[in-house]
Nanobody
Framework: QVQLVESGGGLVQPGGSLRLSCVASGTIFSIYVMGWYRQAPGKQRELVADIIRTGGTNYANSVKGRFTISRDNAKNTVYLQMNSLKAEDTAVYYC??????????WGQGTQVTVSS
């Protein structure tokens, strides 16, 4: 099993920045992709960004140029640096880990609120 613990959410003004962190534990050697998803009230959960074991990244069009995903393998941690935040970025952000065999794991989520 894989356990994921997110941190770093909070309230920020439009144009501000936040950095989310996700620490993985358990059978982390089996993880192939780690990513961040978000879910706003009344909307479906959507992919924000993900990063594969070899370092390749993928971003939703809505966050390209503003968000950066990275990983520190020594710390078993994935980060999401969010800059130029907008009100529409307000959501619960979830860390996700996908194993090569197809098993998927979720963190508990962290709230990000962008408001003046």
């Amino acid at each position: 099993q894989v356990q994921l613990v997110e941190s770093g959410g909070g309230l920020v003004q439009p144009g501000g920045s936040l950095r989310l962190s996700c620490v993985a534990s358990g059978t982390i050697f089996s993880i192939y992709v780690m990513g961040w998803y978000r879910q706003a009230p009344g909307k479906q959960r959507e992919l924000v960004a993900d990063i594969i074991r070899t370092g390749g990244t993928n971003y939703a069009n809505s966050v390209k140029g503003r968000f950066t995903i990275s990983r520190d393998n020594a710390k078993n941690t994935v980060y999401l640096q969010m800059n130029s935040l907008k009100a529409e970025d307000t959501a619960v952000y979830y860390c996700n880990a996908l194993e090569a065999r197809g098993a998927r794991w979720w963190g508990q989520g962290t709230q990000v609120t962008v408001s003046s």
